[in-house]
Nanobody, 123 residues
């Protein structure tokens, strides 16, 4: 399921931004979905994941309480609502899809990656 992330941009610390990830094809609801982020010199970091129905969500400790992952299976779209943004949230954000939740949570061997979208948080 090809993915395209968008919605990144420049935002002040404390502000909010919503990322979206559009999936093509008719099997979006068959996939567990996740968001990851990467900064220069660092590996890709898990941010959040969501079950196929949207009923289950998982978050990295660094974003818990500030970020909300959701999905709309009718629109084949994944979202990441980011509130109370911090300077350290600056990164390229990627969406991912896999048929196994363990793979999404681990971040290795994921079936599909979207192109990244840059989020820059300024002071």
């Amino acid at each position: 399921v090809p993915l395209q992330a968008y919605g990144g941009g420049l935002v002040q610390a404390g502000g909010s931004l919503r990322l979206s990830c559009a999936a093509s094809g008719r099997t979006f609801s068959s996939y567990y979905m996740g968001w990851f982020r990467q900064t220069p010199g660092k590996g890709r970091e898990f941010v959040a994941a969501i079950s196929r129905s949207g009923g289950g969500t998982y978050y990295a400790d660094s974003v818990k309480g500030r970020f909300t992952i959701s999905r709309d299976n009718a629109k084949n779209t994944l979202y990441l609502q980011m509130n109370s943004l911090k300077l350290e949230d600056t990164a390229v954000y990627y969406c991912a899809a896999d048929t196994k939740i363990a793979t999404i949570l681990g971040g290795y061997g994921v079936d599909y990656w979207g192109e990244g979208t840059l989020v820059t948080v300024s002071s």
